[in-house]
T-cell receptor
Protein backbone atom coordinates (compact mmCIF):
# COMPACT_ATOMS: atom_id res chain seq x y z
CA UNK A 1 0.00 0.00 0.00
CA UNK A 2 1.19 3.52 -0.79
CA UNK A 3 -0.80 4.87 2.18
CA UNK A 4 -1.73 8.54 1.89
CA UNK A 5 -0.12 10.41 -0.99
CA UNK A 6 -0.12 14.14 -1.60
CA UNK A 7 0.92 16.17 -4.61
CA UNK A 8 2.66 18.47 -5.15
CA UNK A 9 5.28 18.51 -2.37
CA UNK A 10 6.03 22.20 -2.91
CA UNK A 11 4.12 24.98 -4.63
CA UNK A 12 4.56 28.72 -5.04
CA UNK A 13 1.54 30.79 -6.08
CA UNK A 14 0.88 34.43 -6.69
CA UNK A 15 -1.94 36.17 -4.84
CA UNK A 16 -5.23 35.52 -6.61
CA UNK A 17 -4.19 32.32 -8.36
CA UNK A 18 -6.17 29.15 -7.84
CA UNK A 19 -4.92 25.60 -7.50
CA UNK A 20 -5.84 22.15 -6.26
CA UNK A 21 -3.88 20.12 -3.76
CA UNK A 22 -4.29 16.42 -4.42
CA UNK A 23 -4.73 13.72 -1.81
CA UNK A 24 -5.28 10.02 -2.37
CA UNK A 25 -5.36 6.94 -0.13
CA UNK A 26 -5.42 3.25 -1.02
CA UNK A 27 -6.52 1.86 2.35
CA UNK A 28 -10.27 2.04 1.68
CA UNK A 29 -10.66 4.56 4.49
CA UNK A 30 -14.01 6.27 4.85
CA UNK A 31 -12.76 9.35 6.69
CA UNK A 32 -10.45 11.88 5.09
CA UNK A 33 -9.44 15.32 6.29
CA UNK A 34 -7.30 18.31 5.47
CA UNK A 35 -5.22 20.20 8.05
CA UNK A 36 -2.96 23.18 7.82
CA UNK A 37 0.10 23.52 10.03
CA UNK A 38 1.47 26.92 10.93
CA UNK A 39 4.31 27.68 13.37
CA UNK A 40 3.02 27.83 16.93
CA UNK A 41 -0.52 27.03 15.80
CA UNK A 42 -0.35 23.26 15.56
CA UNK A 43 -2.73 21.49 13.21
CA UNK A 44 -6.00 23.13 12.33
CA UNK A 45 -8.77 21.24 10.57
CA UNK A 46 -9.89 22.81 7.28
CA UNK A 47 -12.46 20.35 5.89
CA UNK A 48 -13.24 16.71 6.38
CA UNK A 49 -15.28 13.95 4.79
CA UNK A 50 -16.90 10.90 6.40
CA UNK A 51 -17.52 9.16 3.10
CA UNK A 52 -17.89 9.64 -0.64
CA UNK A 53 -20.29 12.46 -1.37
CA UNK A 54 -20.18 13.86 2.18
CA UNK A 55 -18.03 16.80 3.29
CA UNK A 56 -18.11 19.18 6.21
CA UNK A 57 -16.27 22.23 7.44
CA UNK A 58 -13.61 22.19 10.07
CA UNK A 59 -12.15 24.99 12.14
CA UNK A 60 -10.70 27.13 9.30
CA UNK A 61 -12.67 26.46 6.07
CA UNK A 62 -12.73 29.95 4.53
CA UNK A 63 -10.97 30.21 1.18
CA UNK A 64 -10.97 26.46 0.59
CA UNK A 65 -13.30 24.04 -1.18
CA UNK A 66 -13.38 20.25 -1.14
CA UNK A 67 -15.29 17.47 -2.83
CA UNK A 68 -15.32 13.70 -2.37
CA UNK A 69 -16.49 11.95 -5.49
CA UNK A 70 -14.61 8.72 -4.73
CA UNK A 71 -13.49 6.96 -1.55
CA UNK A 72 -9.85 7.28 -2.61
CA UNK A 73 -9.51 10.98 -3.47
CA UNK A 74 -10.07 14.16 -1.49
CA UNK A 75 -8.74 17.25 -3.33
CA UNK A 76 -8.46 20.65 -1.65
CA UNK A 77 -9.06 23.68 -3.83
CA UNK A 78 -7.79 27.18 -3.14
CA UNK A 79 -10.11 29.49 -4.99
CA UNK A 80 -8.09 32.72 -4.89
CA UNK A 81 -4.84 32.30 -3.02
CA UNK A 82 -3.86 34.80 -0.34
CA UNK A 83 -0.57 35.20 1.58
CA UNK A 84 -2.41 34.09 4.74
CA UNK A 85 -2.75 30.66 3.11
CA UNK A 86 1.01 30.15 3.13
CA UNK A 87 1.31 26.99 5.18
CA UNK A 88 2.06 23.30 5.18
CA UNK A 89 -1.01 21.27 4.27
CA UNK A 90 -1.56 17.71 5.48
CA UNK A 91 -4.13 15.23 4.32
CA UNK A 92 -5.12 12.38 6.64
CA UNK A 93 -7.38 9.35 6.45
CA UNK A 94 -8.83 6.78 8.83
CA UNK A 95 -11.52 4.10 9.08
CA UNK A 96 -13.59 6.50 11.18
CA UNK A 97 -14.14 4.52 14.34
CA UNK A 98 -13.36 5.59 17.90
CA UNK A 99 -9.69 5.24 18.76
CA UNK A 100 -8.76 4.88 15.12
CA UNK A 101 -5.33 5.85 13.83
CA UNK A 102 -5.10 8.84 11.54
CA UNK A 103 -2.71 8.18 8.66
CA UNK A 104 -1.04 11.33 7.40
CA UNK A 105 0.41 12.18 4.03
CA UNK A 106 3.87 13.77 3.73
CA UNK A 107 2.47 17.28 3.32
CA UNK A 108 2.44 20.05 0.72
CA UNK A 109 4.41 23.20 1.47
CA UNK A 110 2.57 26.14 -0.12
CA UNK A 111 3.90 29.68 -0.41
CA UNK A 112 1.65 32.49 -1.63
CA UNK A 113 3.48 35.63 -2.71
CA UNK B 1 -15.81 23.41 23.26
CA UNK B 2 -12.69 21.46 22.47
CA UNK B 3 -9.32 22.86 23.39
CA UNK B 4 -6.04 21.02 23.74
CA UNK B 5 -3.09 22.86 25.28
CA UNK B 6 0.60 21.96 25.31
CA UNK B 7 3.80 23.77 26.12
CA UNK B 8 5.76 24.59 22.97
CA UNK B 9 9.29 23.47 23.83
CA UNK B 10 11.13 20.91 25.93
CA UNK B 11 14.89 20.37 26.05
CA UNK B 12 16.47 17.30 27.67
CA UNK B 13 19.82 15.60 27.81
CA UNK B 14 20.34 12.29 26.06
CA UNK B 15 19.63 9.41 28.43
CA UNK B 16 17.31 11.42 30.68
CA UNK B 17 13.54 10.97 30.79
CA UNK B 18 11.29 13.42 28.95
CA UNK B 19 7.82 14.32 30.14
CA UNK B 20 5.52 16.12 27.73
CA UNK B 21 2.30 17.48 29.20
CA UNK B 22 -1.09 18.24 27.72
CA UNK B 23 -4.38 19.55 29.09
CA UNK B 24 -7.76 19.23 27.46
CA UNK B 25 -11.11 20.75 28.26
CA UNK B 26 -13.81 18.43 26.97
CA UNK B 27 -14.90 15.86 29.53
CA UNK B 28 -16.55 13.85 26.74
CA UNK B 29 -13.16 12.88 25.34
CA UNK B 30 -13.09 9.20 24.55
CA UNK B 31 -9.60 8.66 23.19
CA UNK B 32 -6.48 10.71 23.78
CA UNK B 33 -3.55 10.35 21.45
CA UNK B 34 0.10 11.16 21.12
CA UNK B 35 1.46 11.72 17.62
CA UNK B 36 5.07 12.32 16.60
CA UNK B 37 6.20 14.51 13.70
CA UNK B 38 9.77 14.26 12.51
CA UNK B 39 11.24 17.12 10.45
CA UNK B 40 9.73 17.40 6.98
CA UNK B 41 7.27 14.56 7.53
CA UNK B 42 3.65 13.99 8.41
CA UNK B 43 2.40 12.86 11.80
CA UNK B 44 2.60 9.28 13.00
CA UNK B 45 0.60 7.79 15.85
CA UNK B 46 2.80 6.89 18.84
CA UNK B 47 0.22 5.67 21.29
CA UNK B 48 -3.27 6.35 22.57
CA UNK B 49 -5.25 5.82 25.74
CA UNK B 50 -8.93 5.27 26.28
CA UNK B 51 -10.54 7.69 28.71
CA UNK B 52 -11.42 4.96 31.23
CA UNK B 53 -7.72 4.10 31.69
CA UNK B 54 -5.23 5.79 34.02
CA UNK B 55 -2.00 4.56 32.49
CA UNK B 56 -0.63 2.80 29.46
CA UNK B 57 2.93 1.61 28.94
CA UNK B 58 4.53 0.69 25.65
CA UNK B 59 8.28 0.00 25.79
CA UNK B 60 9.94 3.38 26.54
CA UNK B 61 6.63 5.26 26.44
CA UNK B 62 4.33 5.76 29.42
CA UNK B 63 1.06 7.64 29.11
CA UNK B 64 -0.63 8.94 32.26
CA UNK B 65 -4.18 10.26 32.30
CA UNK B 66 -5.63 12.32 35.14
CA UNK B 67 -9.30 12.67 34.26
CA UNK B 68 -10.10 14.87 37.25
CA UNK B 69 -7.58 17.49 36.13
CA UNK B 70 -8.01 16.71 32.40
CA UNK B 71 -4.26 16.23 32.17
CA UNK B 72 -2.41 13.85 29.88
CA UNK B 73 1.32 13.22 29.89
CA UNK B 74 3.79 11.28 27.78
CA UNK B 75 6.96 10.06 29.42
CA UNK B 76 9.83 8.88 27.22
CA UNK B 77 12.42 6.90 29.16
CA UNK B 78 16.11 6.98 28.17
CA UNK B 79 15.53 9.74 25.61
CA UNK B 80 17.67 9.46 22.49
CA UNK B 81 18.61 12.02 19.83
CA UNK B 82 16.27 10.19 17.46
CA UNK B 83 13.40 11.18 19.73
CA UNK B 84 13.89 14.84 18.74
CA UNK B 85 10.63 15.78 17.05
CA UNK B 86 7.35 17.60 17.59
CA UNK B 87 4.87 15.71 19.76
CA UNK B 88 1.16 16.39 19.40
CA UNK B 89 -1.51 15.60 21.90
CA UNK B 90 -4.97 14.99 20.39
CA UNK B 91 -8.44 14.07 21.57
CA UNK B 92 -11.54 12.64 19.95
CA UNK B 93 -14.97 13.23 21.40
CA UNK B 94 -17.74 10.77 22.21
CA UNK B 95 -20.62 11.27 19.80
CA UNK B 96 -18.50 13.41 17.52
CA UNK B 97 -16.98 12.78 14.13
CA UNK B 98 -13.94 10.98 15.62
CA UNK B 99 -11.78 13.43 13.70
CA UNK B 100 -9.26 14.30 16.43
CA UNK B 101 -8.52 17.80 17.67
CA UNK B 102 -4.81 18.48 17.96
CA UNK B 103 -2.80 20.61 20.34
CA UNK B 104 -0.14 23.01 19.08
CA UNK B 105 2.65 20.48 19.52
CA UNK B 106 5.69 20.33 21.80
CA UNK B 107 9.12 20.51 20.18
CA UNK B 108 11.40 18.06 21.99
CA UNK B 109 15.10 18.81 21.62
CA UNK B 110 17.51 16.13 22.82
CA UNK B 111 21.10 17.23 23.25
CA UNK B 112 24.17 15.09 23.99
Amino acid sequence: NAGVTQTPKFQVLKTGQSMTLQCAQDMNHEYMSWYRQDPGMGLRLIHYSVGAGITDQGEVPNGYNVSRSTTEDFPLRLLSAAPSQTSVYFCASSYGSAGDTQYFGPGTRLTVL
Amino acid sequence: GEDVEQSLFLSVREGDSSVINCTYTDSSSTYLYWYKQEPGAGLQLLTYIFSNMDMKQDQRLTVLLNKKDKHLSLRIADTQTGDSAIYFCAESIRGGSYIPTFGRGTSLIVHP
